[in-house]
């Protein structure tokens, strides 16, 4: 269940993070580079477990929209997996935008523009392609965070995975399962 919420979580910061920081990059200056920011400085600064509860008292307990816990189809996915994926989109947008610029700065980006392809084929194929090398790299480092590092939310949300059961081991000294999760 560990590995079905980070593949979700990770997922979920791809979404995000591509068009936020392809935008970001090409409108370099504009208010859609203020908003990509604002995203980046909260999703590095907010804590995890405050995120988490915020989501479920006003998504899931006001509202109403999602439920607050357990894993009982798609919909449990996807408050863990945005609390989870928040802090993975502002460090993928942020490398990503700073990849951008330093691509569509090139010569082979102002050689397909002076041939006269069009703006968006320029940035969505030939400068994207070359931006992601080490988006990708970041994101597969990230990917195993995610699994490693879900104590929290997989606490907050009532998820059974190996997070909640590292803290279920913790809480009831038992030490075994403690070693078997950390191992």
Do not use: C
Not at 153 to 162: I, Q, S
């Amino acid at each position: 269940n560990s590995v079905k919420l980070a593949t979700f979580a990770m997922g979920v910061s791809i979404v995000m993070a591509f068009p936020l920081g392809v935008m970001a990059a090409v409108k370099k200056g504009t208010m859609v580079d203020r908003v990509a920011q604002i995203v980046s400085i909260l999703g590095q600064s907010l804590p995890t477990f405050w995120l988490a509860i915020v989501l479920v008292e006003f998504v899931a307990g006001r509202w109403q929209w999602l439920p607050a816990a357990g894993n009982t189809g798609f919909l449990s996915y996807v408050l863990p997996g945005f609390t989870l994926g928040w802090f993975v989109v502002a460090g993928m947008m942020r490398l990503l935008r700073s990849g951008m610029l330093e691509v569509l700065d090139s010569e082979y980006v102002k050689l397909a523009r002076v041939k006269g392809v069009v703006e968006y084929r320029v940035v969505w194929l030939h400068a994207l392609k070359n931006a992601l090398i080490p988006v990708v790299t970041f994101a597969g480092i990230y990917f195993s965070i995610l699994v490693t590092t879900a104590i929290v939310v997989e606490t907050v949300f009532a998820w059974p995975g190996m997070g909640r059961l590292a803290y279920d081991g913790i809480t009831a000294r038992d030490f075994p399962v403690i070693q078997a999760v950390v191992l």
